[in-house]
């Protein structure tokens, strides 16, 4: 019917679906927004992997619940935040994903999302987005050569969404 909610956005490195391992069957409709490489492991082989190898079954249940983390946030985002703290936030959690793989930490990265994707993320209409991108831009907060973002001023992006990495579990990650 045209509608859509994009409910995760995974970066690379980032595993997809390993709650399969568990429940068997996947729901999500999952889409590539640029070319990318994927590795299928059979189910079988990832259980067994998991039986024999505790620390890998740690990181298995590390990713499951550092998921479920960042999709309470995101339900957070869309039901109690503004329009112009929904996208502040998620350009917050951008950089910082982003960050955490970059061999180079920058505040320059292209995020691959259109108006239209950016409003299916976030529960807002395109015209909205474009309202908010340029607000955010006036107030110098970013700036936006052709499709990517520079973000100038990450300090007022997370005032403007109270922003805290926390849910992202960062230190938990790095640690397995």
């Known amino acids: 019917d045209g509608g859509r909610q994009i409910v995760a956005l995974k ?5 997809l679906d390993l709650q399969s391992l568990y429940l068997h069957k996947a729901d999500p409709d999952i889409r590539m927004l640029t070319v990318a490489e994927m590795a299928l492991v059979p189910l079988a082989a990832m259980e067994q992997l998991t039986i024999t190898r505790p620390a890998v079954a740690r990181a298995v249940l590390i990713d499951i619940l550092v998921e479920a983390s960042v ?3 995101w339900l957070l985002n869309i039901g109690r935040r503004n329009a112009l703290a929904r996208l502040a936030h998620l350009l917050c959690e951008l950089h910082d994903r ?3 793989i970059a061999s180079e930490t920058s505040e320059y990265f292209e995020i691959p999302l259109t108006q239209e994707q950016l409003a299916d993320l976030l529960g807002l209409t395109p015209v909205h987005i474009n309202r908010m991108v340029r607000q955010l831009e006036k107030m110098g907060a970013i700036g936006r050569p052709s499709r990517s973002l520079t973000i100038l001023n990450l300090a007022e992006l997370a005032k403007i969404s109270s922003f805290s990495s926390a849910y992202l579990h960062r230190n938990n990650v790095s640690g397995v």
């Open 11 to 15: 970066l690379p490195g980032d595993a």
């Open 71 to 73: 999709g309470r946030e």
């Open 98 to 100: 982003v960050s955490d």
